[in-house]
């Protein structure tokens, strides 16, 4: 075992999850418990950016109230940025600021772009022999780092996303109107790992949303109805058959609609192609007010509401996955005893146990075989009409959904943890980023 | 003192609440107290409709769980409609099956609409010489019925934005952009109070989203920087002016818009002018990315995004305030008592003490007097600049978002109340509405 001794950094990148600063909570939990080992911990604001301009932050100055509150807190406490390490001065410049810290232990909580910049820092600092253990903590709402059984911050939206279901179901239900078409467009990208999770909404408790009910029976569930998904090709006629097919049994039909949808010549749904002048009309924004549209054109007397939650469904920490919390504590964790055990250039997975109950392990897995990589929503989960969700995906994300946070309010909204972000002096000249 | 004695009736209409559940419940739970004069609890399906066609459920059959679980339940357990009653006939019927059901007591659970309807039926029983209370109870997330003080429903949403515009200002602030522009479009139909409500996200603790400021610190909020009112006709070149404006001295500028905003020429921003609901209301719901595209259009380099939380507002009991929870089961509770102390044709308002700490009571108020009536948001509440809200406002809505529901989950999703709606045998032939 290797006894490298010197001060610890991470960092945050890209889209916050509702779980992204309890990761953060989980490396600085687990850095404090190592003191001869780790002299300072460190935080690099927003991402890269704030280590290439030598912007960082005392995080052994926090309170443990402070550290409490960031399991539930939503954002990034450090920011994050999208910005793209590319040029050779700006690794160059990384290193120098290592060095001018003694920076010998790196976590950069992130998904697959953030892990790539991990894995060249990690390559850059073995080949100029500073010694260096970069270790990753995965992180991601839309569920699409390979190798890794699922990603922090997936459980906690795809909660968040069921429970939206179930509340605008019942809603809607209760309307007694028929013939009404309800949408939800949701976040993912490219990959329909959050559309599906929606389906976590289903109950079979006794009632369901069919005609012959009437809307206080209706506890069960059976929206959403119809699900599309990224990794189908939409095609409209198929649709608008299985909307007046569900239409036949329900008085509603709910759909989800994943961002990432495609027609069959890989054209986004409803994507913004205008450049309208400041008075003219505003062309329709996105997949879930396309479909909107197109069911209210094809469809006399059917009615459709479109909603979108954008940013707030990945900021919903209040309604985060206690399951999700913890597991990105524990990778937070993980990710510093992996560097402590000599690790350098990898990033820490979760493997689920394979029994009953559900359970996690972590492993670690070279940044490599992470960066730039995408887990698609497996074709094995999709339904057999290609417009719902086969039932073995239930079984894989209904652990990740389970649990909830006792969170601390303040005057009818929840309390934040705030950072009191001591900085760090700098010690090298400025830099300019492109 | 009358001593009527009979059945009772309870319907709810109009869009759902996250606490019109908890209406429901406080006037089952007042009319059980009450077996001398109240002999059987009935509920009518789907509002008014199910009153027309005979839809009639025993309520006193429902356990004290269920009672207990549509404090937290979204949607509305018998469901309502939007059924206008314009005919006679409409009427005539209604009092029909009063009467085979011998229903003395009438508690219609709604806004401004369902009050009209509750009014002509009480003064077409008082006309045809057959003994009936009538007395309505509040409902509106819109928090646009005159005389209350404010109305069950709208702590709740106002509540559910505040922490929405919480959390996405937090996921905002910390991707360390520059130039980005957040808009949520918000219900609130004519009305601004909705709109308003955002302003509780405000919070004044040290840090703000100034660009001196670091992420990490920004507990403090000043999201939403501007707020569009329907009340305000709508003026692009001031509302570009403003975010060019809060653009200087902040990383983004948050925008929270309500959906019926219109332009000076009264036409809706963005909205679908060609569907009208089944009261001649105009569809509203375009406003949020219509701003997105006026706003990209104008600014080279700025970019913009829109949620619509859609339905999912006013169906997010898992945020309900606890304060509106209590007042809208006490205002259930005061209809009921009301009825029994002889009122007829009135509606139970909520009036404020006036005095530290936040308090109410209920009255009464002739149903003439809220039918149809719409309470816009007041001129004294609306800031300077048109586009932001007086601190006065705070001082009214801060007490109405206090307090959190406990709210069991099962399987990782809030458990809802499920009525076994056991139904009254018919004594009518059927009938057709229009």
Redesign the interface.
């Known amino acids: 075992m290797s006894s490298l001794q010197g001060n610890l950094l991470v960092a945050?990148s890209g889209?916050?999850t509702p779980v992204i600063n309890a990761s953060l909570a989980g490396v600085i939990a687990e850095a404090l418990n190592h003191e001869d080992e780790i002299v300072e911990i460190y935080?690099g604001?927003?991402?890269i950016?704030g280590v290439l301009h030598e912007?960082l932050?005392d995080l052994t100055q926090e309170t443990q109230q402070t550290l409490r509150a960031l399991l539930h807190?939503?954002?990034?406490?450090?920011?994050?940025?999208?910005y793209k390490v590319k040029k050779s001065e700006d690794f160059d410049r990384i290193l120098q600021v290592f060095e001018a810290h003694n920076i010998r232990f790196f976590h950069y909580i992130g998904g697959n772009d953030s892990q790539d910049t991990a894995a060249k820092i990690a390559a850059l600092a073995q080949e100029r022999g500073y010694e260096l253990r970069v270790v990753g903590v995965p992180k991601t709402i839309d569920n699409d780092l390979p190798i890794t059984d699922h990603c922090p911050g997936f459980g906690s939206v795809a909660?968040h996303l069921?429970?939206?279901v179930?509340?605008?179901s019942?809603?809607?239900?209760?309307?007694?109107?028929n013939d009404f078409v309800?949408i939800?467009e949701v976040m993912g990208r490219n990959a329909g790992w959050l559309a599906a999770s929606t389906v976590?909404?289903h109950?079979k408790?006794?009632?369901d949303h069919s005609k012959s009910q009437?809307?206080?029976?209706?506890?069960g569930c059976t929206a959403p109805h119809i699900v599309l998904l990224p990794e189908v090709p939409f095609n409209s006629d198929a649709f608008l058959a299985r909307v007046e097919e569900v239409l036949k049994g329900n008085t509603h039909c709910f759909v989800v609609v994943s961002e990432g949808v495609q027609d069959a010549a890989g054209n986004y749904l409803g994507a913004?192609t205008?450049?309208?002048?400041?008075?003219g009309?505003?062309?329709?924004?996105?997949a879930g007010?396309y479909l909107r549209s197109l069911v209210?054109g094809r469809f006399d007397g059917v009615?459709a509401?479109?909603?979108?939650?954008?940013?707030?469904q990945?900021?919903?920490?209040?309604?985060a996955?206690k399951t999700d919390v913890d597991e990105a504590y524990l990778c937070g964790q993980a990710a510093v005893k992996a560097a402590l055990n000599g690790s350098t250039g990898q990033m820490v997975t979760l493997v689920r146990s394979g029994k009953e109950p559900y359970g996690v392990t972590t492993h670690l897995e070279p940044l490599a075989n992470i960066a730039n990589g995408v887990k698609a929503f497996p074709e094995k989960f999709i339904g057999e009409d290609r417009m719902s969700i086969h039932p073995d995906f239930v079984r894989y994300a209904?652990p990740l959904?389970?649990?909830?946070l006792q969170i601390p309010?303040d005057?009818?909204?929840?309390k934040?943890?705030?950072?009191?972000?001591k900085r760090v002096a700098r010690k090298l000249e400025k830099y300019e980023t492109a």
């Open positions: 945050q889209g916050p935080g604001m927003n991402g950016q912007e932050i807190t939503p954002g990034a406490a450090l920011g994050t940025c999208r909660k069921a429970i939206t179930r509340e605008m019942l809603d809607n239900a209760a309307m007694g109107q309800s939800l976590l909404a109950r408790e006794k009632g009437s809307p206080s029976t209706q506890y913004d205008s450049s309208t002048d400041a008075f009309h505003a062309v329709l924004g996105g007010e209210e009615k509401r479109a909603s979108k939650l954008g940013i707030a990945r900021a919903a920490s209040h309604n996955s209904l959904i389970q649990g909830e309010y005057q009818g909204l929840p934040y943890a705030q950072l009191s972000a």
